[in-house]
């Protein structure tokens, strides 16, 4: 009987390292060369090894539409910075965050800044998370990657859709509509009151105690590397977005008891349908204005130490360029913004 079971164990052993052997020969074969972030979905397809970045960016489909469509360019021109945005669309929660900033700091790169684009819903639904079926069959096979999902302990549907990308190309369609260069014609406030009794009916507390543990050891593993970390609630057409307060509670306790933390809240702001090209993603001319009179300040904040910021914005008639096709235009009225530090 011990016998069989030392037969038993080496076949297993054998089979294993066999099987390692071929998913390591096919790693990293469909990462290079390595693209922009303004001309793919995909993370592995731009993220190199021991390379310094002043920002990183990390979000769902909006934190990824501040690259989409070339807007990456615009968006390292305006900053003076160099960027890797890390988001995932599809609505890629807290836990494909920590995932993918894990393999960045494991591939040995740095960043001085990381902005979370966090959107409220993703603290609450699975379907954000360990459940959403599309944020890794928008990436090639790297083994590294296989390995942090089995130490993440994702479950084995994601593991097996990420198989597949060692023989499909899907990942690599760069034919995405380009929606940035759209403009949402009509707020449709009927549709908005679907959406947001949709957004309701997932506001799980159970989840949120969960997805806040992610969060947390998010900005850990950004602090330890010496990063500041900015939380940054982006502007939404439908006002008081639900489930937000327990969501923007939570960080501002963070950002109060942590040095290099910092939590934003615009989702009142920007309430005009020319930023948009849907009711909660920014067109081109949105990404611009937001990086303009938002983002700047945050990348170049004029306060130091620990803290969520509060946010007083005066309307002034200063003339703001936006990108109209590829035509630069102008609309009236710019946002300025003086940002107050609150002290944990």
Known sequence: MKLFLKKVLLFSLLNFFLLWGVLAYFSGRKSSPKRNNGTTESNLAVMENGEHYDIAILGASRGRGMSRDS????????????????????????????????????????????????????????????????????????????????????????????????????????????????????????????VRKRYDSLIDMDNFVRYSAYAHDIIALARS?????????????????????????????????????????????????????????????????????????????????SGSVSVRCDVSLDQVPVMSGSNETTVPGRLTCNMNQIRG
């Open 225 to 305: 590397h010496n990063a500041t970390v900015s939380i940054v609630m982006l502007p939404f057409l439908m006002k008081d977005f639900p489930g937000k307060g327990p969501v923007a509670d939570f960080f501002k306790k963070e950002a109060a008891t942590q040095s290099g933390v910092y939590f934003y809240d615009f989702t009142e702001e920007m309430r005009d349908r020319l930023y948009f090209y849907d009711h909660a993603h920014f067109n081109r001319n949105g990404m611009i204005y937001f990086t303009k009179n938002y983002l700047e300040k945050i990348v170049l904040p004029d306060c130091e130490g």
């Open 71 to 194: 807007n990456h360019t615009i968006l390292e021109s305006m900053l003076n910075k160099r960027i890797i945005n890390l988001s995932k669309g599809g609505g890629g929660g807290v836990v494909p965050a920590e995932m993918f900033l894990t393999y960045f700091y494991n591939r040995e790169n740095t960043a001085d800044h990381i902005i979370y684009f966090l959107d409220p819903q993703v603290m609450y639904d699975a379907e954000n998370n360990e459940k959403n079926g599309s944020f890794m069959a928008t990436e090639p096979f790297e083994l590294g990657l296989l390995a942090e999902m089995i130490s993440m302990r994702l479950p084995i549907q994601q593991q097996m859709i990420y198989l597949k990308s060692i023989w499909s190309d899907n990942w690599e369609d760069l034919t995405r509509k380009k929606r940035t260069l759209d403009t949402l014609r009509e707020i449709d406030y009927v549709g908005l009151e679907k």
